[in-house]
């Protein structure tokens, strides 16, 4: 089992910058990528990029691509979402994962999932 803990989420006004976190224990080192997803009330969960532990496969939604960056400490238990020129649309509860595959877009990639950090984008 991996356990998945962020944090850094917040109220921010449109075109501020935020840096979610997550840290991984457990069984962290097994996984082959970690990333993030989002899901706004009413809507379904989106994919917002990830990156493969080793560091050579990083995807990103086209939504915030440009804007997100996914990065590892070089633990690689810990991944890092800077969020820059964050929009109201923005808006969501911000997940945590991690999972066997690599480059995965579905929720299904991904076994392991953290409890989610609201990120609120408004002014």
């Known amino acids: 089992q991996v356990q998945l803990m962020e944090s850094g989420g917040g109220l921010v006004q449109p075109g501020d910058s935020l840096r979610l976190s997550c840290a991984a224990s457990?069984?962290?080192?097994?996984?082959?990528?970690m990333g993030w997803f989002r899901q706004a009330p009413g809507k379904e969960r989106e994919f917002v990029g990830s990156?493969?532990?080793?560091?050579?496969?990083?995807v990103y939604a086209d939504s915030v691509k440009g804007r997100f960056t996914i990065s590892r400490d070089n633990a690689k238990t810990t991944v890092i979402l800077q969020m820059n020129s964050l929009k109201p649309e923005d808006t969501a509860v911000y997940y945590c994962?991690?999972?066997?595959?690599?480059?995965?877009?579905?929720?299904?990639?991904?076994?392991?999932w953290g409890q989610g950090t609201q990120v609120t984008v408004s002014s």
């Open positions: 994962v991690a999972g066997y595959t690599y480059g995965g877009t579905r929720p299904s990639d991904y076994a392991f």
């Open positions: 457990g069984r962290a080192s097994s996984v082959y990528s």
């Open positions: 990156k493969s532990v080793s560091g050579g496969i990083t």
